[in-house]
Structures are given as structure tokens and as C-alpha cells.
């Protein structure tokens, strides 16, 4: 792990997990979801995974991404998952159910409003954006991709969502020092990916958050950084 500061020009952001807890609403979409496309998966049936926010913690950290949470964690088969990911934006616009912001990110934001930042997620781009407007923060973020603005191959880790971000902030991405947030190892594999897509003048960082549970000593790649509080990050760029 690298312990000098770096000065980015861009700071990308994984969503869930990383800005927001998302868990509970997570959870009970889910839930409402599994009712329409799998209802052998409700009631007495309902995976082990959506029983509490530890265990789902757990599986989502696990998962590669988030075909492989609900085919392998929560036990849908192909054609399942498909239906279930095409109604996963109409149920988190219409869910009710809050999400937080994780204490402190707001000063992060504040304190890091000098530098550009976008969202690369598995989560719905309209609802991350829903959510940022709710909470005054759209205006820290020049761009935003989510699963729905991706085909299924380009899911992280693949390195398309940071690209699409990447040009959306700059007209050329040359020269540039990249910093992505992600709390999952996936997103240490999407920081590698998007650095071997980049033209080699270009420097990407990961830096990997643990304050929504992640055990990055299970991991079998590393990250440059780790933080286990968004306070953490505020006080290594001052």
C-alpha cells in the first residue's frame, strides 16, 4: 500500500457501500423483486443473504458483481436475474425506504470540491441521481454511470463505466491522476482494468473503504490505499 499522498485530477466513486449505506433499501427491493421473478425465493425460502444486513453485507462483498449476487447468493437462474435487473431502477425510483449518506462524506466532498468526481456503479444511474438532488450534492459531480447505461459484459470490473466517466469530465484523458473509491475487491480489479485502458501517460489509484464492512484481508488484490472512515479520507488530503 502506498503511504505518499497523491494529488488526483479526478476522483471516481463506487455508490453503494462506499458514499451510501443502501443495505436496507437494497434488501427489501430485492425482496419486492424476488415476489415477481422468483417466488419459489420468498417466505420460508427467502435466501439466507437477504435475511439480515450482516449477511448481506457479506454475500454483496463477495460477489464479483451484482449478476453473479443474485445467481449465486440468491440462487436465480438466468433468465431470472435478467427480469430481476430490468426491474431494478422502476423499484428503487419508486421505494420509499431512505438511504444515508455515510457520516462524513459530505465533508469529503466539500473538502475535495476542487477536484472533479463521478460515480461508476452497479446501481441505477436515475436513482443515484434521484438520491444526490435529494441531499444537494448532484453539484460535486460531473458524471454519473450506472449498470443501466452499460451492456452486460461492461459490469464492473470492467473498466467501460470509468471510461464513459472519464470522458464525460475531460475532452482528452491524457496527463491524468485517476483515484477510485470502492469498497469491494472487484473495484481493485475495475481500478487496474481502467489504468490498462488508458493511455500510459494517465496514473490510477485504488483506494479501497472499509466502513460498510468489507475485509479486505480475504482479498487477493491489494488496493493503494485504505481508508476505514470518510474522516480518514479528509485527513490524508489535508
Keep these: 500500500m502506498f503511504t505518499e499522498k497523491i494529488h488526483p485530477d479526478v476522483i471516481l466513486w ?3 457501500g462506499t458514499l451510501v449505506d443502501s443495505a436496507k433499501k437494497n434488501i427489501k427491493i430485492t425482496k419486492e423483486i424476488l415476489k415477481v421473478v422468483a417466488p419459489h425465493l420468498t417466505g420460508n425460502n427467502l435466501p439466507f443473504s437477504l435475511l ?8 454483496n462483498h463477495k460477489a464479483e458483481n451484482w449478476q453473479d449476487l443474485y445467481k449465486n447468493f440468491y440462487g436465480l437462474n438466468e433468465a431470472e436475474t435478467l427480469q430481476a435487473g430490468s426491474l431494478w431502477t422502476k423499484y428503487q425510483l419508486e421505494s420509499k425506504t431512505p438511504v444515508k449518506f455515510f457520516d ?3 465533508e469529503v466532498l466539500n473538502e475535495l470540491s476542487h477536484v472533479s468526481h463521478g460515480i461508476c456503479s452497479q446501481n441505477s444511474s436515475k436513482n443515484i441521481l434521484k438520491e444526490l438532488k435529494g441531499n444537494d450534492l448532484d453539484k460535486f459531480f460531473k458524471a454519473v454511470i450506472g449498470y443501466d447505461d452499460l451492456a452486460e459484459g461492461e ?7 470509468g471510461i464513459l466517466c472519464l470522458e464525460k469530465i475531460f475532452d482528452i484523458i491524457k496527463n491524468k491522476t485517476i483515484l477510485y473509491f470502492g469498497d469491494h475487491e472487484s473495484d481493485v480489479l475495475f481500478a ?8 500510459l501517460s494517465n496514473k490510477v489509484y485504488s483506494a479501497a473503504v472499509t466502513y460498510s ?3 479486505i484481508s480475504n482479498w487477493k488484490v491489494s488496493p493503494d490505499f485504505i481508508f476505514p ?6 485527513s490524508f488530503f489535508k
Excluded at 192 to 199: A, M, V
Design 104 to 106: 462524513g462524506i459530505k
Design 155 to 161: 459490469q464492473k470490473p470492467s473498466p467501460k463505466s
Design 52 to 59: 439480515t444486513e450482516p449477511a448481506y453485507h457479506e454475500a
Design 192 to 199: 487496474r482494468n481502467l489504468s490498462s485502458e488508458l493511455h
Design 229 to 234: 472512515s470518510p474522516t480518514d479520507i479528509t
Design 213 to 215: 464492512g468489507a475485509d
Design 14 to 16: 463506487d455508490y453503494d
